[in-house]
């Protein structure tokens, strides 16, 4: 993500690669709707700018669900100190 001279987040592609073929496309404020987890029948603002607004801050629960059980609490649990019994 690259920000604009007003701080702003600029718009993301998505890019497909097809072989020797390459594409770039802008996404979908639907599609960011889905990356953010809302259902399909989410009612998303008519214009593009304020749906893609709508999704741009939001966090996936699920996602950092995932992320804490699978990489942040084992990292957590290697580094913490670990107490030893009294001789």
């Known amino acids: 993500m690259f920000a604009d001279a007003g701080g702003r987040s600029s718009r993301q592609v998505i890019v497909v690669v097809d072989g020797q073929s390459v594409k770039a496309r802008l996404i979908s404020s639907r599609e960011t709707a889905r990356l953010m987890g809302l259902p399909d029948d989410y009612k998303l603002p008519d214009n593009y700018n304020e749906a893609y607004h709508l999704t741009g801050d939001g966090v996936v629960v699920p996602v950092v669900r995932h992320l804490a059980k699978h990489i942040f609490e084992p ?13």
Not at 80 to 87: C, E, I, N, S, W
């Open 75 to 87: 990292v957590l649990s290697a580094v913490q100190p670990r107490t030893t019994a009294a001789a």
